[in-house]
């Protein structure tokens, strides 16, 4: 039975992890760079070892300074929540021939579908609808010019090595073909240090709908419906949601079962994710697979009650899945915000800075995954997401009506953050009325676009101004009777009516 963990992560994740391992039992162990000795993670575990400096180059990235406390540390598994090393192949198999677990796929899952042409042949094998296209890579620009007049235009050329929007190319006219074709091939080659490219139709104003999956080393597999991710700004997602507004029992039912096939298709374990486009007429298409748990995984357990980081933890331990695919089902509605440290005046730049004052909004249906505290100086060197909300609700309606409470009752000072962009999200008719593609954010970009939002010293002058003129008001209608009975402005100035804001 596993009994100590090394979490492989640092932020929010580190943290998530260390919650199912505290209520199962299990001891966490954390390993942290130098920028992060302030940070949650590190006082959350049981231990905590410092393993470099602040570029994750060197340290969270490195595999042989994590396997080495790892053994250290006596921990039975390593656990990589996402990003950094959650994907490495390598890691997989090195904790293999150390003996140590991997919570997480083997590496034939992992470089099976790392590899687009291979993961869109696997599929094809294993009757998962894939978008028309290639499945050999382009060698000859010539032969890109023939099949894509055999696809017709509009295509997209991708990289197989890529993934996640990168080392994409939209080509149009029949006269860029070439151009871009080696344009994709030069710049897969300088990014990937591999030029294989793939052709697909381009679906136009598409959906980004992914489905959860859990497998387990006994030949089972489940999932765990869908999220929809359509709200993203360059490749980047902002909200998710589940159930998908756009989907009906049917389609979901059949995904479902291609997401299932598709992970059994490479002997999956553990949790993954299967990426779909989804036209508005509802047919869709396997993109390709996460294997990992992904940031937005906390909508799933909400809505199916499921806690995916305790299933990841049994079945790298050798369990059986807990329950059938009968036995899941979704019951009301979740919605995902990821907070950023940004500033949506200025281009969503990072605006790293140290956290002066928060308060986190509590209550029914609040779930805040987050590692920032009033006092936290956020590192410049990694992801500026400083949290994600996550409310449940009953209903879509009411789930968006919780959103907004959420999102008025955050409180946040010394860093500039994308709430007031959430805020405007959550009052978009396309949101609301459900009816958004991928584009959602640029069709609307007219009503998105936050009002210039007050800096913290300008709220303090505006506060200060506000009191004093109150003070002096208050003085010439009623001054003080003595000395020895002063009144307390600040606290009259604090409960006069109607200025009261929660
Ligand atoms: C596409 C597509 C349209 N047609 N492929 C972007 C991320 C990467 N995983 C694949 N992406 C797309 N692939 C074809 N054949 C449109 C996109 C796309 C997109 C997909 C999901 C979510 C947001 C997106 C934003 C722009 C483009």
Redesign the pocket.
């Known amino acids: 039975m596993i009994k100590k963990i090394l979490i492989a992560n640092r932020g929010e994740i580190a943290i998530r992890v260390m919650r199912s391992c505290r209520e199962m039992g299990i001891k966490s162990v954390a390993v942290y760079s130098e920028a992060d000795r302030d940070s949650l993670h590190v006082r959350y575990a049981d231990e905590a070892y410092l393993i470099g400096p602040a570029p994750s180059a060197e340290s969270y990235l490195v595999i042989d300074k994590i396997l080495q406390v790892a053994k250290q540390s006596g921990a039975d598994a390593i656990h990589p929540g996402y990003g950094f090393l959650s994907e490495n192949a390598e890691l997989s198999d090195r904790c293999k021939k150390e003996g140590i677990i991997f919570i997480g796929p083997s590496s034939y899952a992992i470089n099976t579908m790392g590899d687009k042409i291979t993961a869109r042949q696997t599929m094809q094998k294993a009757d998962v609808p894939v978008?028309p296209?290639t499945t050999e890579p382009i060698i000859d620009v010539e032969d890109a010019v023939k099949v894509i007049k055999e696809i017709g235009l509009p295509?997209?050329i991708?990289a197989s090595a890529g993934?996640?929007?990168k080392g994409?190319r939209l080509v149009r006219n029949e006269e860029d073909i070439v151009s871009s074709v080696n344009a994709a091939k030069s710049e897969a080659k300088a990014s990937f240090a591999n030029d294989a490219v793939y052709i697909?139709?381009?679906?136009?104003s598409?959906h980004?709908i992914e489905f959860q999956v859990l497998c387990d080393n006994h030949g089972n597999g489940v999932h765990l419906f869908e999220r929809e991710?359509?709200v993203?700004r360059r490749?980047q997602k902002v909200v998710e949601e589940t159930p998908s507004p756009l989907m009906t029992p049917e389609v979901r039912a059949e995904m479902g079962k291609h997401a299932v096939a598709a992970a059994m298709a490479v002997n999956y374990s553990g949790a993954g994710t299967i990426?779909f486009?989804v036209d508005d007429d509802l047919n869709y298409?396997f993109?390709?697979m996460n294997t990992r748990l992904q940031v937005e995984h906390p909508i799933t357990e909400e809505v199916v009650g499921v806690d995916l980081v305790a299933e990841q933890i049994r079945i790298a331990n050798g369990d059986k899945l807990r329950f059938k695919q009968e036995e899941l089902s979704q019951k009301g509605h979740a919605i995902e915000v990821r907070v950023y440290a940004e500033d949506p005046e200025n281009n969503f730049m990072p605006n790293p800075g140290k956290i002066k004052y928060l308060s986190e909004p509590l209550g029914p249906g609040i779930r805040h995954d987050g590692y920032i505290y009033s006092g936290y100086e956020i590192p410049m060197h990694y992801d500026p997401m400083i949290s994600k909300m996550i409310v449940w609700a009953d209903n879509r309606q009411d789930a968006i009506k919780r959103m907004r409470r959420a999102l008025s009752a955050y409180k946040l000072s010394g860093v500039k953050t994308s709430i007031p962009f959430l805020k405007k999200v959550m009052e978009a008719p396309d949101f609301v009325n459900g009816k958004y593609s991928?584009h959602f954010i640029e069709k609307n970009k007219d009503i998105l676009h936050p009002d210039t939002q007050a800096t913290d010293e300008e709220n303090d002058l505006a506060a200060i101004t506000a009191f004093l003129d109150f003070m002096n008001q208050q003085e010439k209608a009623a001054p003080p009777v003595s000395e020895s009975e002063p009144r307390n402005y600040w606290k009259e100035f604090g409960r006069r009516k109607g200025v009261l804001r929660l």
């Open positions: 978008v296209g295509v997209m991708k993934g996640g929007g994409m697909e139709k381009y679906i136009d598409p980004h991710c359509s993203q490749h990426e486009i298409y993109l390709e991928t």
